[in-house]
């Protein structure tokens, strides 16, 4: 499916937001309630797996992404080879993530991202322009991929720490919803 948003198929897009996407928070919710962290380490290496096999689905779209963009725009407009690499590895970087926050939403252990979020927010604005301006449009897709590179450590490692235990207070720490009962 990520590899689908390579080529920007909304159809397909929403089939995914409304299906896989929409499902697993609240599937990870119900293991992490009833401390089923074999089902959830499961899930997490399935995913992964599928991942990888998305990756290379992906490089392979890259390799003919040429006649593709032909085909599908005509000749007038001409895609890069260097932005459709660079649109691989954003796609590639989100769904990478994605697993990942996935989890972590569902479980509700979301100020981390939050924070990621808006620190990814406040260097992506200033990155994009200044890199748009002396790379050109590459240069905004670049700085997205910067900002994103955070998460594909942290989201794992936060996770893993959450299955196996050992997250401290700080990394456990939940939302205000979650913490107090407004019945």
Sequence with gaps: LCCIFFFNDTATTEIYTL????????????????????????ILHKLVKVWVGFLVIGIFMF???????????????????????????????????????NFLNGVGKIRLQLYLGIGGAILNVPMAIYL??????????????????????????????????TATR???????LQSHSFI
């Design 19 to 42: 299906s896989l996407h929409d499902a697993l928070p609240i599937s990870f919710t119900e293991a992490w309630v009833k401390n089923d962290t074999n089902w959830i380490k499961r």
């Design 63 to 101: 390799f003919i992404s040429p006649w593709v963009f032909e085909l599908w725009v005509g000749k007038e407009i001409i895609i890069s080879h260097e932005m459709s690499a660079l649109l691989l590895v954003w796609v590639m970087l989100n769904a990478w993530n994605g697993i990942f926050s």
């Design 132 to 165: 748009g301006y002396e790379i050109g449009i590459e240069g905004v897709l670049l700085a997205n991929i910067i900002v994103t590179l955070v998460g594909i450590f942290i989201y794992p490692i936060q996770c893993r720490k959450l299955i196996n235990g």
């Design 170 to 176: 700080s990394e456990e720490h939940t939302s205000e």
